[in-house]
T-cell receptor
């Protein structure tokens, strides 16, 4: 079946540095990918919708200059957390839409980011 | 962004009993999906029910959808200890998934 791979699964970085998280659709082309973050004991929050070949659409309250999203190909979207701070520590999850209508969505395993 | 609502927030039952979780949403949808998340792990897709369907089964799972009430329920029958997890509903409208806050299910052996 369709698989979405996310890398790295865990990353620790120092405050002020940038971290890139990759989301790949392994056996299908995804025109749309979604990025979420999850705080402990809370539900997923949609951060942005990543569209191949165009700018990402960010949800209200998400800083697009801080969370850079690049969807350069039909199988890869990246989320870069720039100038990371401890409050950016979170669980980040991507998902990819299989069909044009987006009725089937597959999730990556998630990436734990810890900023120290 | 919007969030759906799930209840209960937490549910603790004995192994073998049935567990029912409910989800409400606010806008018209293409479909509604249920996911399971074990602690610290990614989401696992359980079942998808389309807006023109009223009930769907998958193994021990039964999902209902009432579009007039904008609500859905997930029933897990004959629960097992391994069913202990958080369960999330997500209402899908175009390219957005709108998530519920989740129900934490604990199955006591």
């Amino acid at each position: 079946g369709a698989v979405v791979s996310q890398h790295p699964s865990r990353v620790i970085c120092k405050s002020g540095t940038s971290v890139k998280i990759e989301c790949r659709s392994l056996d299908f082309q995804a025109t749309t990918m979604f990025w979420y973050r999850q705080f402990p004991k809370q539900s997923l929050m949609l951060m942005a919708t990543s569209n191949e070949g165009s700018k990402a659409t960010y949800e209200q309250g998400v800083e697009k200059d801080k969370f850079l999203i690049n969807h350069a190909s039909l199988t890869l979207s990246t989320l870069t957390v720039t100038s990371a701070h401890p409050e950016d520590s979170s669980f980040y999850i991507c998902s990819a839409s299989l069909t044009v209508t987006g009725n089937t969505i597959y999730f990556g395993e998630g990436s734990w980011l810890t900023v120290v | 962004s919007q969030q759906g609502e799930e209840d209960p927030q937490a549910l603790s039952i004995q192994e073998g009993e049935n567990a029912t979780m409910n989800c409400s949403y606010k806008t018209s949808i293409n479909n509604l999906q249920w996911y399971r998340q074990n602690s610290g792990r990614g989401l696992v897709h359980l079942i998808l029910i389309r807006s023109n369907e009223r009930e769907k089964h998958s193994g021990r799972l039964r999902v209902t959808l009432d579009t007039s009430k904008k609500s859905s329920s997930l029933l897990i029958t004959a629960s097992r200890a391994a069913d202990t997890a958080s369960y999330f509903c997500a209402s899908h409208s175009n390219y957005q998934l709108i998530w519920g806050a989740g129900t934490k299910l604990i199955i006591k052996p």
